[in-house]
């Protein structure tokens, strides 16, 4: 492939990683003072990240998790931000041995959806009650960039009921810094790309053919959208394709460059598992299974090192630990998910990327947040206010999240249950906000917090701080 090689390009140092992570296990007072360092919110050093991915006592890990938990706590409060993925087509020239949508998989029915189909597929999820969505497809010439830009435009265009979609984040394959220039233009959220490995060797294993099978063209991806324009990236890892302690400091060392290099570190960091997907014999034999107990360590670990940078777990996971892993770190889930081409307007039957772990409707899931204490949240007013990139990052550190999102969560969840909850949703939904804002200690806030409140009751929509 022929691309701008860039001097100051990510280089994952393999040697380095690797003698890191085969270091001996830490002493618990070497694990308590990289806590005690964590508990500043400010982030951790490669090195003390690598210290904490080294631990193995499940004593230590305990006292891990519930600093993440706790940090977890004081940054993000009781929020949960919800999203739905939505699939635009299944075709794919890449051979990602993981995927079912690789090109290899014959037995897959292919599809790519038409304006129409994609106006119907957003119908069905603005029925849910859906406002933030993650557009998604596979890499092909029959779904160039210029189709993307009219399905974002085509979703944004959708109306249902005076709901529209509020925010659209993009996950497809890496483009050209010009191309993610028109791709800004389109007036997305955040562009998200996964490595799937750091690991230059096992990458080349897994990825046989297409484009994507250039590490270093994908590596830089996040690089040429920050040139373009792009203010909020997320990267990620497939677990499960290569020893996890490696992906993390990678992940780590990714987000230093573009910190480095740019101001501003990734928005989000995703935290796939590989499942089973049909026609992929790598993912009924994973390569390197990540137990849950190493996942929780992985969230917890990332929450430390990354404390203002959004965690995204999918329905990949099931409900039970999806649950154990918001205290640990998690900030975004979707839900309500299909990975299968216009399967939320019943267009579609044929099987999905991957296997789901978590098959709950949107309110089955915003109930069970509910539940425990969770504040479901549609908020997109961070991007519509321009709150972004490096201005999102500085302004959160001294407390936007409690200032702004917090309140912004509970009146996009106010509308949500007004609009579309059930009726055993709505009545414990109403309670939390009620005693979510009581603990508002602004005086000046609580009262605003309380008005907005009142004008959503009274039939005011999409009002936000
Ligand atoms: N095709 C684009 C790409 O590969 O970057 C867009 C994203 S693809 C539709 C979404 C992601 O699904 C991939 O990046 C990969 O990490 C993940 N994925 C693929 N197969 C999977 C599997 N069997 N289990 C879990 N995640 C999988
Ligand atoms: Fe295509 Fe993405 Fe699946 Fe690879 S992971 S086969 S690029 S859809």
């Not at 649950?323 to 044929?350: C, H, M, V």
Request: a neutral charge.
């Amino acid at each position: 492939m022929n691309y701008r090689v860039l001097n100051d390009e990510l280089k994952i140092d393999t040697d380095k990683i690797n003698t890191l992570i085969a270091g001996a296990e830490p002493e618990e007072n070497q694990v308590y003072d990289v806590l005690n360092r964590a508990m500043k919110l400010k982030g951790l050093s490669f090195k003390d990240v690598a210290l904490l991915l080294r631990v193995e006592s499940e004593e230590v890990l305990k006292k891990v998790l519930s600093a993440a938990g706790e940090a977890k706590k004081e940054i993000y409060g009781n929020r949960m931000v919800i999203f739905a993925p939505l699939y635009t087509g299944n075709r794919c020239s890449n051979e990602c041995l993981y995927c079912a949508f690789r090109s290899g998989n014959k037995m897959l029915k292919r599809v790519i959806l038409n304006m129409q189909q994609i106006e119907a597929e957003t119908v069905s999820l603005l029925k849910e009650g859906h406002k933030r969505l993650l557009m998604l497809c596979g890499e092909s010439r029959e779904n160039p960039l210029d189709y993307f830009l009219d399905a974002i435009d085509a979703v944004y265009r959708t109306k249902w009921n005076n709901h529209s979609i509020r925010r659209i984040n993009v996950e497809i394959a890496p483009l050209e810094t010009d191309e993610f220039v028109r791709l800004k233009k389109a007036k997305i959220g955040t562009y998200i790309c996964f490595q799937e490995t750091y690991n230059r060797e096992l990458y080349g294993r897994y990825h046989l053919s297409g484009p994507k099978s250039d590490y270093q063209y994908r590596l830089n991806v996040m690089d040429r959208a920050m040139e373009g324009g792009i203010d909020d990236v997320g990267i990620g890892a497939l677990f499960g394709l290569g020893d996890y302690r490696f992906e993390v400091l990678a992940m780590i060392e990714h987000a230093n460059h573009l910190e480095k290099k740019f101001g501003c570190g990734p928005h989000t960091v995703s935290v796939p598992r590989l499942e089973p997907a049909d026609g992929s014999e790598i993912s009924a034999n994973v390569p390197y299974p990540v137990s849950d107990r190493d996942f929780k360590k992985i969230v917890a670990i990332l929450r430390l090192a990354l404390p203002y940078t959004g965690i995204i777990l999918s329905t990949r996971e099931n409900e039970e630990l999806r649950t154990e892993l918001f205290s640990y770190g998690i900030s975004q889930i979707s839900a309500g998910s299909r990975t299968n081409p216009g399967a939320y307007s019943g267009e579609n039957d044929s099987t999905g990327q991957f296997s789901l772990g978590d098959h709950r409707s949107l309110d089955e899931v915003v109930s069970s947040l509910v539940d425990k204490g969770y504040v479901p949240s549609f908020c997109t007013g961070c991007y519509r206010k321009g709150r972004v990139g490096h201005d999102f990052m500085d302004m959160a550190k001294p407390g936007l999240i409690k200032d702004f999102c917090q309140p912004n969560a509970t009146f996009t969840f106010k509308e949500y249950l007004n609009d579309f909850a059930s009726k055993e949703t709505a009545e414990k939904g109403n309670r939390l906000i009620a005693e979510t804002n009581a603990q508002i200690s602004k005086p000046g806030l609580r009262s605003k917090v309380d008005e907005y409140i009142s004008r959503i009751q009274d039939g005011e929509r999409d009002l936000y701080l």
